[in-house]
């Protein structure tokens, strides 16, 4: 079955310092890859995606490339900010009928600090 | 454009009561999803709409947790009863494509 697994948080950076967080996926066929962000207290919101191999979803700074080859998506930031303090889920979508069916990994929670 | 909104937002009870979770999806969004999120996971599927018909449920513990969506809009999500091990946070999510749009979801603490 599908499977997507994220490093481990919590990841402590401090503003303005490069940011990558990794994940890699399993599955069958050619499932399209998301990052989702959720701050506290609020839903899970869609942060970036991809559909197929190598390309880059972007979106407020962050991106992250679809490698086949790798079977990765890794997040990445050049110049994080406290206010980008947050839990990080990759996912990917299989999909079944005409709707997608979304896996997501565990989690990454992002502490960016002064 | 209204997102998806749940209530309640926060709910306590105690062992073996019943609880009720309302969702209203995106408007247009054919397709609503029912997560379990426990605390330091991922989001787990529980139940798939097309419409008013759940066309995947396989994980939705039958034996204590029951949804609707009658009229293929809105959806209530139902656990009787309820199990301390039931403390979560439940979310709900629409989709008229690819992309799913996630409501606020609702804190479960059952004591």
Redesign the interface.
Known sequence: GNS?TQMEGPVTLSEEAFLTINCTYTATGYP?LFW?VQYP??????LL?A?KADDKGSNKGFEATYRKETTSFHLEKGSVQVSDSAVY?C?L?GY???????T????TRLQVTL | EAGVVQSPRYKIIEKKQPVAFWCNPISGHNTLYWYLQNLGQGPELLIRYENEEAVDDSQLPKDRFSAERLKGVDSTLKIQPAELGDSAVYLCASSGGDEQYFGPGTRLTVT
Request: proline residues 0%; charged residues 10%; hydrophobic residues 30%.
């Open positions: 997507v399209s989702y207290g609020e839903g899970l919101q869609l995606k559909t889920f996912a979508s079944t009928g005409t709707a997608s069916k979304l997501f990994g565990t989690g």
